[in-house]
């Protein structure tokens, strides 16, 4: 079955401490992206890549990091979250970003 | 940045109403999608629509890219189509910008 996973969907974490957000797709996509979404904005991109070892600034990337060394996995790196950083994100994969495949969400919440 | 609005924020309907969503945006765009996500979060791709008109079951879409909008129709609704409609645009391929979304609520 063609999907993008995400891990963990839940997550819950105090200020400071490190944690990663796993994306991988099975579709052999070359387009991978990191959204947040908040109540009353909508989505906002966070980090995209058009490839492997490819990787762009959206419009919201302060406190975020992400590598592509595979194709198919795509991870998002908070180095010292904060309480801002709270938000459910959605990876996603797709040929451009033309036509995306999103994952479930993982729901972030920083205390 | 591009800036993107939809209306209205908000719309309740009875089941077999139509309806239309409006998206307008700042700029000229070579991508514009319309995306839906249902109760459960879960975001579907829709449309991939930077200009013209396109038709998918009771969903239709046109992009007017001159006039910089969009508009999504719905036909016969059904709950099913509950949830949260957005329109994304960018330049390109790569950047996307979300509007606000259009919350729709279809009764039985």
């Known amino acids: 079955e063609a999907q993008v996973t995400q891990n963990p969907r839940y997550l819950i974490t105090v200020t400071g401490k490190k944690l990663t957000v796993t994306c991988s797709q099975n579709?052999?996509?070359?387009?991978m992206s990191w959204y947040r979404q908040d109540p009353g904005l909508g989505l906002r991109q966070i980090y995209y890549s058009m490839n492997v070892e490819v990787t762009d600034k959206g419009d919201v990337p302060e406190g975020y990091k992400v590598s592509r060394k595979e194709k198919r996995n795509f991870p998002l790196i908070l180095e010292s979250p904060s309480p801002n950083q709270t938000s459910l994100y959605f990876c996603?994969?797709?040929?451009?970003?033309?036509?995306?495949?999103f994952g479930p969400g993982t729901r972030l919440t920083v205390t | 940045g591009i800036q993107v609005e939809q209306s209205p924020p908000d719309l309740i309907l009875q089941e077999g109403a139509n309806s239309t969503l409006r998206c307008n945006f700042s700029d000229s765009v070579n991508n514009l999608q319309w995306f839906h996500q249902n109760p459960w979060g879960q975001l579907i791709n829709l449309f991939y629509?930077?200009?013209g008109t396109k038709q998918n079951g009771r969903l239709s879409a046109t992009t007017v890219a001159t006039e910089r909008y969009s508009l999504l129709y719905i036909s016969s609704s059904q709950t099913t189509d509950s949830g949260v409609y957005f329109c994304?645009?960018?330049?390109?391929?790569?950047?996307?910008?979300f509007g606000e979304g259009t919350q729709l609520t279809v009764n039985p």
């Open positions: 629509i930077p200009s």
């Open positions: 994304a645009v960018g330049p390109s391929g790569s950047r996307l910008t």
């Open positions: 996603a994969s797709g040929v451009g970003s033309y036509e995306q495949y």
């Open positions: 579709m052999n996509h070359e387009y």
